[in-house]
Structures are given as structure tokens and as C-alpha cells.
Nanobody, 115 residues
Framework: QVRLVESGGGLVQAGGSLRLSCAAS????????MGWYRQAPGKQRDLVAR???????NVAGSVKGRFTISRDNAKNTVYLQMNSLKPEDTAVYYC?????????WGQGTQVTVSS
């Protein structure tokens, strides 16, 4: 079992920055990738960025060049640095961990970007 706890969301003006953190605990040895998804009201949950155990990353085109995903393996923590935020980035951001055939989710953190 893996537990994910997110932090760092909030309200920011357009053009501003936020950094999200997601700390994993439990059977962290089984995790092979972690990432961030987001879900805006009335929309589906979409991948924002993902990073594997060996550091390979996958970033959605809509945020490429503005968002950066990184991880600290010693702390079992993944980060999402979000720069040049836009109102359309407003959503609940969920941390995700993939461990073999299992998928784990955090509780979500709200990011609101005002224009």
C-alpha cells in the first residue's frame, strides 16, 4: 500500500508560480513512476507530467516549457514547479503513483489562477 500526501496548492495571479509537492509513504519500493494529473470542473482528469524511477519524464504539451517535474528519491517526494501560470491551469491537481499493476492517488490540491 502506498499513501500520497500533496501540498502547495493555492491562489495565484496569472503569470505567477507555484510548486506542488507529493510525499509518498508505505510500500514506496514498489513505485516505478509518479506524476501529476489535473481535473477542472466538468472535465476529465488529464495527465500533466510523469517521472519514472530512472528520471525519464513525460510532460503534457499544454504545460511544456512552463511546468517542470522532478523527484527526490531519498525523500520519496515528487515536485511540480509551475511557472507562467494561466487561468486555464485552474484545476484540482492529483498526485499519482504507479506500482506494478496498482495505481494510487492523493487527495488532490486546488490550484486557482486569477486573471
Amino acid at each position: 500500500q502506498v499513501r500520497l500526501v500533496e501540498s502547495g496548492g493555492g491562489l495565484v495571479q496569472a503569470g505567477g508560480s507555484l510548486r506542488l509537492s507529493c510525499a509518498a509513504s508505505g510500500s514506496t519500493f514498489s513505485i516505478n513512476a509518479m506524476g501529476w494529473y489535473r481535473q477542472a470542473p466538468g472535465k476529465q482528469r488529464d495527465l500533466v507530467a510523469r517521472i519514472t524511477n530512472i528520471g525519464s519524464t513525460n510532460v503534457a504539451g499544454s504545460v511544456k516549457g512552463r511546468f517542470t517535474i522532478s523527484r527526490d528519491n531519498a525523500k520519496n517526494t515528487v515536485y511540480l514547479q509551475m511557472n507562467s501560470l494561466k487561468p486555464e491551469d485552474t484545476a484540482v491537481y492529483y498526485c499519482n503513483a504507479m506500482a506494478g499493476s496498482l495505481t494510487y492517488w492523493g487527495q488532490g490540491t486546488q490550484v486557482t489562477v486569477s486573471s
